[in-house]
């Protein structure tokens, strides 16, 4: 029931409804002022890197951030670095240290069952939307689909 009633919503009918901007940065754009972008937009768990025009470049996951910040808590970071040494990494890193360079991302004419398979596919929760020119217009989450799904699965 669920597939069928998303099959037919796009794409753009259902992003905005819960992020109305999604977090973009540069790739120049310092960590300290990362997290501020994040924290200043938490209805959100991804920032997207975008360069002058706003064409998607890359994509950082909350998840990535803090495993870049504490590689001590993670599994691939279990190799012991020096703690004055990690401060000052942190000090000099830069949104292109920790982005994704190949970022998966939907258009607003795909439909929302397409963007579920995106998502479910690269593990992620949310995915940016695109437009022809891979402009960042928008950002479409797992809330807005659920809210999809109870909009219109009575139709």
Same mark, same amino acid.
């Given at each position: ?99 994704? &360079?190949?970022?998966?991302? *939907?258009? =607003?004419? %795909?439909? /929302?069952?397409?963007? !579920?398979?995106? #998502?479910?596919?690269?593990?992620? &929760?949310?995915?940016?939307? *695109?437009? =022809?020119? %891979?402009? /960042?217009?928008?950002? !479409?989450?797992? #809330? ?12």
């Amino acid at each position: 029931m669920a597939e069928r009633v998303l099959a037919r919503v796009k794409v753009r009918e259902v992003r905005d409804s819960v992020v109305k901007t999604p977090t973009t940065v540069g790739a120049d754009c310092p960590l300290k002022k990362l997290l501020e972008e994040i924290i200043g937009n938490p209805v959100t768990r991804h920032a997207y890197v975008v360069d002058e025009k706003g064409v998607l470049t890359g994509s950082i996951r909350l998840s990535a951030l803090l495993g870049f910040m504490f590689p001590y808590l993670t599994r691939e970071g279990a190799v012991e670095r020096p703690v004055l040494g990690f401060l000052r990494d942190l000090e000099a890193a830069r949104a292109e240290d920790i982005m994704n &360079v190949n970022p998966a991302y *939907v258009k =607003d004419d %795909m439909t /929302v069952l397409d963007a !579920i398979r995106v #998502m479910v596919t690269e593990g992620i &929760v949310e995915v940016p939307v *695109v437009d =022809d020119g %891979m402009r /960042v217009t928008g950002e !479409i989450n797992f #809330m807005e689909i659920i809210k999809a799904y109870l909009l219109h699965g009575d139709k």
